[in-house]
């Protein structure tokens, strides 16, 4: 079955350090891959997206991603964290060929002043 | 562009009422609507899919009766929680998307609903 694991549910760390916040998926062949930050109160707003190509991809706000195929992976990073980074951090899985999007439980990051 | 809406951005109703939350795609056709819901604290659980001029596909346990969705134009798409109850309210998110290869889906800001 398809899924996805984001294995911390919850993360925190001291403004200006760096940030890996981890996704895996379980899936036959390459997914569509998005992380997606959401503010208490607020929507989804999109950090980045992977299709295809460069397995590094480069995102808003700072944030970078890296697809590992050979580990069904696809973690979040951020080399120096802000104290606006605090959010809860969503990992999805949009299976090619499909609509549906799979989300993961999601990260939720508390930086520390 | 791919900005997606939905209105009211929060709602307040008393038992037993209908409540008629609105998702519209502003600068795109959306050829699919999807709706969430989000309880405090954990992720998004997919309520329905639906195509525009198509009934809504609903998930497994999601009570059709319950929650009506409509998508009756390009843009637009309703959920209507009938006889809310108080174990209704929750966040409310639709997402939407146009016909590409990618089928990305682009969320809205979510409605907030609270039942007394």
């Known amino acids: 079955a398809q899924s996805v694991t984001q294995p911390d549910i919850h993360i925190t760390v001291s403004e200006g350090a760096s940030l890996e916040l981890r996704c895996n998926y379980s899936?036959?062949?390459?997914?569509?891959l998005f992380w997606y930050v959401q503010s208490p109160g607020q929507g989804l707003q999109l950090l980045l997206k992977y299709f295809s190509g460069d397995t590094l991809v480069q995102g808003i706000k700072g944030f970078e991603a890296e697809f590992k195929r050979s580990q069904s992976s696809f973690n979040l990073r951020k080399p120096s964290v802000h104290w606006s980074d605090a959010a809860e951090y969503f990992c999805?899985?949009?299976?090619?060929?499909?609509?549906?999007?799979?989300f993961g439980t999601g990260t939720r990051l508390k930086v520390l002043a | 562009g791919a900005v997606v809406s939905q209105h009211p951005s929060w709602v307040i109703c008393k038992s037993g009422t209908s409540v008629k939350i609105e998702c519209r795609s502003l600068d795109f056709q959306a050829t699919t609507m999807f709706w969430y819901r989000q309880f405090p604290k954990q992720s998004l659980m997919l309520m329905a899919t639906?195509?525009?001029?198509?009934?809504?596909?609903?998930e497994q346990g999601v009570e059709k009766d319950k929650f009506l969705i409509n998508h009756a134009s390009l843009t637009l798409s309703t959920l209507t929680v009938t006889s809310a109850h108080p174990e209704d309210s929750s966040f409310y998110i639709c997402?939407?998307?146009?016909?590409?290869?990618?089928?990305?889906?682009?969320f809205g800001p979510g409605t907030r609903l609270t039942v007394l």
């Open positions: 899936y036959g062949a390459t997914p569509y």
């Open positions: 999805a899985v949009g299976p090619s060929g499909t609509y549906k999007y799979i």
């Open positions: 639906s195509n525009e001029g198509s009934k809504a596909t609903y």
């Open positions: 997402s939407a998307s146009e016909r590409s290869s990618y089928n990305e889906q682009f």
